[in-house]
């Protein structure tokens, strides 16, 4: 589990979410799949530091990211661009 803070991106709360993707076959030529799934989960930021509301939004990604720390930067991103409706049918507008 993360201790990072959550990154404030235009009064909203950022949180990476990062998950090992790996497979297990017996041939070893899909090892090229393995890596980080990426979600990021957008909440309205309240006051006192607690955070409101949530959404969740899963990235579409052709294959799994290699490196975590990229696959982070990858969700911070999705999330900013989610925030400044740069992505078709991801609004959080109602947050």
């Known amino acids: 589990m993360s201790t990072l803070p959550p990154r404030i991106y ?10 090992a993707r790996k497979f297990d076959r017996f041939d070893r030529h899909s ?3 393995e890596g ?3 979600a990021v989960r957008v909440s309205r930021q309240e006051a006192a530091g607690a955070a409101g509301p949530s959404r969740v ?5 052709a294959a799994a990211i290699s490196d975590f720390g990229a ?11 989610i925030i400044d ?5 991801a609004d959080v507008s109602d947050l």
Request: charged letters at 35%; aromatic letters at 16%.
């Open 10 to 19: 235009k009064g909203f709360e950022l949180h990476p979410l990062v998950f």
């Open 85 to 89: 409706g740069k992505i078709d049918g």
């Open 71 to 81: 696959a982070r930067r990858a969700a911070w991103q999705q999330g900013e661009d």
């Open 36 to 38: 980080f799934e990426v």
């Open 31 to 33: 090892r090229y799949d």
């Open 57 to 61: 939004f899963r990235l579409k990604l």
